[in-house]
């Protein structure tokens, strides 16, 4: 409570003390005969509100744009432009200024010589230039009519309420210190459709929508030619075309603004209160390395948690410029066209977006080979397998005429095959060396999940943070009896609210009444866990929940609501899906979708799993983990996987449960081998843990193998935690440790014979269980860094592969 007083009256005191300390120059208004120089630094234009400001901004040694940016909180570095009038021509640091001319034309001069930029107004009335609070900075006259604005010509930042017209777009940077036009625009198409469009040095491409779909397909109407786009303060986006969008965090934010970034995804930002930095709330991109152009012709991108976004060039080639991915790579040798002199690649898991010389439906992987052989303009080919009828998959073979817009995932479900001179000799280590990209780890890091679209016609549901109110009724220090009268009126409000429902999640706050009476008074337990008990329940909707009630928190409100909110965003088959959540005083619950079969441990002891089951479960909860630690863009470690913790569905598809809370590290976190938080279950804990190693995402590997193992021998490894023997432990290893011990000698049948699960019988199929087991073994591995990651052991169950990072 004191501590809340002193940081609201320190905050306070700053707010003001700007107001307070520079009473001179700072103005919001430029009379008809003056100008701002760049020489000057009080030479600015600060909005009556002081959260803007604008004037010469420094880009590069001795050259300085003039631009508008975000003032509050002050910055005297990186502030956030939101426009510039000469982003592709800078100007002089000396002499350079911006005039209001008697003539009522606007002229930014550049070292007093040339004009750069000017707004050819004219008037001979009285005219002058303002910042408006909401960031606009205008030409006024007396009268008050608009001659120009800023809000007319956007960079690549549109602004609550400025609109994104017929007549304007934007441009993102080239880079994330260069401000100059950039390859990526965002814009109407001459069919009414706002469309990103890449365009590149040599070839341009539109990368959203998704142009293999036709625009009502996604959503998008092209039959109203107004074109115009706005979105509101509290984060509501609408377009003529259809489009419209509510940010995850909608509702009352400090500042927000929409920003096609230099990397080519446009995101909605927003920040909380002065002293927060700003947050990712919509984006269209997820997975960055599907934005076509990242790196460039002959490259491809892959996401690598420790590093970020990475380009690597195709084996056989190598960077044109070592200072820019977007040229992408060449040749190093150029190659012969003739038919026997040339070979193939294979790198797993790769697709290149476009650019097919024709696709080849049913073509087997020798037929698909001869045929680019045979054609001179044939680069390398796609070939993957595509759902035809049930239960076929067929070959498709896409012969390629340039290899452009590449990325490489896991769940990408086919390969490239790259034409190479057969003499050559390439490293089979592809992908070589990783160099990263010019991306802001902060701005990466922070990515959300990706929206649906096309639901406009459902009802909408806002997430409501409510906290700071509480705190400024406490700094008044109003009894007790006002602030409970006070917070629950609050409550009845933000409940009113809750009729609406978020476009895309469905994730939501519920209050403690509403899941005491879902629950019906906690009756019905379905789990126990260290961290809480988990109840059957219905929602008023009619949707079956378990709701899991945590043990009396340690843990404040904000902590808990960052948190929830991390995981709330996390979307993927195989991942529990948590529908809300409720924190209203000591009350900490978590609402996840209710899986009907239980969890895994339940049914490995009742017997109920057939070996197609089985490995179904372990490629699902693979699939779950890798997207966990890879592709998930806040990076989570499960830190707990177990029996226990996978669920199965009415299908028997297995879903992940119980991760994110309170283990969601950041990269800083992970590598600090003092992390001191200890998860786990004595027997599925990886040895990091004992040897007080830094704690990686291959804690999970090593859980996740033991968890092989017990699918394929049927019988519980780990000591269950209460009754932890240390001689059954020891038992335990020993047994993992012969395990291991055999497997020198291969993975044999008689190996499979001697550990599968008799219940099973000889139901089963040896080659698969072959896999399994090797997975398993190379999974709980001792030494981490041996241990595959969970995208490779995805690879190697989806493709049977000795190794999965290994190409041919
Ligand atoms: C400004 O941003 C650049 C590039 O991200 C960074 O290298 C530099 O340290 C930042 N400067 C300050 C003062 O934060
Ligand atoms: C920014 O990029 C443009 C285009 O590549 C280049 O001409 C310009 O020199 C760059 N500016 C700076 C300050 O690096
Ligand atoms: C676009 O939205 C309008 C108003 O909501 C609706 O009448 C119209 O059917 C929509 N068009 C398409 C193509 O979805
Ligand atoms: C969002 O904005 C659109 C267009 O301005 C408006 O029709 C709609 O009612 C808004 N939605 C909400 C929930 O305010
Ligand atoms: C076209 O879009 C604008 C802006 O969203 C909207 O006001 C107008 O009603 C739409 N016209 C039709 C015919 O749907
Ligand atoms: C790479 O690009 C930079 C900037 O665009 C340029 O200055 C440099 O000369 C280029 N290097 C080569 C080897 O082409
Ligand atoms: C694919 O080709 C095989 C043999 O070439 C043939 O048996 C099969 O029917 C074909 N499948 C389809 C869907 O055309």
């Known amino acids: 409570?004191?501590?809340?007083?002193?940081?609201?009256?320190?905050?306070?005191?700053?707010?003001?003390?700007?107001?307070?300390?520079?009473?001179?120059?700072r103005?919001?208004?430029?009379?008809?005969?003056?100008?701002?120089?760049?020489?000057?630094?009080?030479?600015?234009?600060?909005?009556?509100?002081?959260?803007?400001?604008?004037g010469f901004y420094p880009v590069g040694?001795?050259?300085?744009?003039?631009?508008?940016?975000?003032?509050?909180?002050?910055?005297?570095?990186?502030?956030?432009?939101?426009?510039?009038?000469?982003?592709?021509?800078?100007?002089?640091?000396?002499?350079?200024?911006?005039s209001l001319l008697k003539s009522g034309n606007l002229v930014l001069t550049d070292a007093g010589k040339t004009v750069v930029w000017s707004t050819d107004t004219s008037s001979s009335s009285c005219l002058s230039l303002r910042l408006l609070n909401s960031g606009n900075l205008v030409l006024v006259t007396e009268e008050g009519v608009i001659m120009w604005q800023s809000f007319s010509s956007p960079t690549d930042t549109l602004l609550p309420s400025q609109p994104l017209t017929r007549d304007t777009r934007l441009v993102s940077s080239r880079s994330q210190s260069n401000f100059s036009s950039?390859?990526?625009?965002?814009?109407?198409?001459?069919?009414?459709?706002?469309?990103?469009?890449?365009?590149?040095?040599?070839?341009?491409?539109?990368?959203?929508?998704?142009?293999?779909?036709?625009?009502?397909?996604?959503?998008?109407?092209?039959?109203?030619?107004?074109?115009?786009?706005?979105?509101?303060?509290?984060?509501?986006?609408?377009?003529?075309?259809?489009?419209?969008?509510?940010?995850?965090?909608y509702g009352d934010r400090l500042q927000r603004?929409?920003?096609?970034?230099?990397?080519?995804?446009?995101?909605?930002?927003?920040?909380?209160?002065?002293?927060?930095?700003?947050v990712v709330s919509w984006q269209v991109f997820s997975h960055s390395c599907k934005i076509h152009g990242t790196c460039g012709p002959n490259a491809v991108c892959r996401y690598i948690p420790s590093i970020g976004r990475t380009c690597s060039c195709l084996p056989g080639f190598k960077m044109k410029n070592l200072t820019d991915w977007s040229l992408g790579c060449e040749p190093e040798i150029s190659a012969?066209?003739?038919?026997?002199?040339?070979?193939?690649?294979?790198?797993?898991?790769?697709?290149?977006?476009?650019?097919?010389?024709?696709?080849?439906?049913?073509?087997?992987?020798?037929?698909?080979?001869?045929?680019?052989?045979?054609?001179c303009d044939c680069k390398g080919f796609v070939f993957k397998y595509v759902f035809y009828n049930d239960p076929d998959y067929i070959p498709y073979c896409f012969p390629k005429s340039q290899l452009l817009n590449g990325f490489r995932e896991p769940s990408f479900p086919g390969d490239l095959y790259v034409?190479?001179?057969?003499?050559?000799?390439?490293?089979?280590?592809?992908?070589?060396?990783?160099?990263?990209?010019?991306?802001?780890?902060?701005?990466?890091?922070?990515?959300?999940r990706k929206y649906e679209i096309n639901q406009g016609n459902k009802p909408i549901k806002f997430l409501l943070w409510f906290v700071s109110a509480v705190g400024v009724i406490e700094l008044f220090g109003i009894v007790m009896v006002w602030m409970f009268m006070i917070r629950t009126r609050q409550s009845r409000a933000a409940a009113a609210n809750q009729g609406y429902v978020l476009a895309g999640t469905r994730f939501r706050q519920f209050t403690y009444a509403e899941l005491k009476k879902a629950t019906r008074n906690f009756r019905e337990v379905i789990g126990r866990g260290a961290s809480g008990t988990v109840y059957k329940g219905k929602l008023e909707d009619h949707r079956i929940a378990a709701i899991k009630r945590l043990n009396e928190a340690n843990e404040g409100e904000a902590e808990f609501l960052a948190e929830v909110n991390i995981i709330g965003k996390i979307n993927h088959m195989n991942l529990i899906e948590m529908w809300g959540y409720c924190a209203e005083g000591k009350h900490r619950l978590l609402v996840y979708e209710y899986m009907e079969h239980g969890s895994l441990a339940a049914n490995l002891s009742s017997k109920t799993l057939d070996w197609k089951k089985r490995y179904e479960i372990v490629v699902g909860t693979a699939k779950g983990l890798a997207y966990l630690h890879e592709e998930c863009l806040e990076w989570v470690l499960h830190c707990d996987v177990k029996p226990q913790n996978i669920l199965l569905d009415s299908n028997y598809q297995p879903k992940v449960s119980d991760f994110g809370l309170s283990t969601p590290l950041n990269r800083g976190e992970l590598d600090n081998p003092s992390f001191s938080r200890i998860r786990g279950t004595r027997g599925y804990m990886a040895p990091e843990w004992l040897h007080k190693q830094p704690i990686t995402s291959k804690v999970d590997v090593y859980s996740f193998g033991v968890v092989v193992l017990e699918i394929i021998m049927g019988k519980n490894l780990a000591v269950q935690?209460?009754?932890?023997?240390?001689?059954?432990?020891?038992?335990?290893?020993?047994?993992?440790?012969?395990?291991?011990d055999k497997k020198h000698a291969g993975v044999t049948d008689a190996l499979v014979e001697e550990l599968v699960d008799p219940d099973m019988g000889s139901d089963f199929d040896i080659k698969k269980v072959k896999t399994l087991l090797r997975v398993a073994l190379d999974c709980v591995k001792q030494e981490k860094d041996s241990r595959p990651t969970m995208s490779q052991v995805v690879e190697m169950l989806l493709y049977q592969k000795e190794d999965g990072l290994k190409t041919k």
């Open 1 to 25: 409570m004191f501590d809340t007083i002193r940081f609201l009256l320190v905050s306070s005191l700053l707010i003001i003390s700007p107001l307070f300390s520079s009473p001179t120059s």
């Open 27 to 54: 103005d919001d208004t430029l009379s008809k005969g003056s100008s701002l120089a760049v020489k000057n630094p009080e030479h600015i234009l600060v909005s009556s509100n002081s959260v803007f400001s604008a």
């Open 61 to 98: 040694e001795n050259a300085y744009c003039f631009g508008i940016w975000f003032s509050d909180p002050s910055c005297p570095h990186n502030c956030t432009l939101v426009w510039m009038a000469n982003r592709d021509i800078p100007v002089n640091g000396r002499r350079s200024t911006l």
């Open 182 to 249: 950039g390859f990526y625009k965002l814009t109407f198409d001459d069919d009414n459709v706002l469309r990103l469009i890449y365009d590149g040095p040599d070839l341009s491409s539109v990368i959203w929508p998704d142009h293999s779909l036709r625009s009502w397909q996604v959503g998008r109407s092209e039959y109203n030619s107004s074109r115009i786009a706005l979105f509101d303060s509290l984060g509501n986006f609408t377009s003529s075309d259809n489009l419209t969008f509510y940010s995850t965090d």
């Open 257 to 278: 603004r929409l920003t096609l970034d230099f990397d080519g995804n446009l995101r909605m930002y927003s920040r909380q209160d002065w002293r927060s930095s700003w």
């Open 336 to 375: 012969s066209c003739a038919e026997t002199e040339s070979t193939f690649l294979q790198l797993t898991r790769t697709e290149m977006y476009g650019y097919d010389i024709q696709f080849y439906l049913n073509y087997t992987l020798d037929m698909c080979k001869e045929l680019c052989l045979r054609r």
């Open 419 to 448: 034409k190479v001179p057969k003499a050559s000799e390439f490293s089979n280590n592809w992908p070589g060396d990783d160099i990263s990209l010019n991306c802001p780890a902060g701005v990466l890091a922070k990515l959300d």
């Open 721 to 740: 935690a209460k009754n932890a023997d240390y001689r059954e432990e020891a038992e335990r290893r020993k047994l993992l440790e012969e395990i291991r």
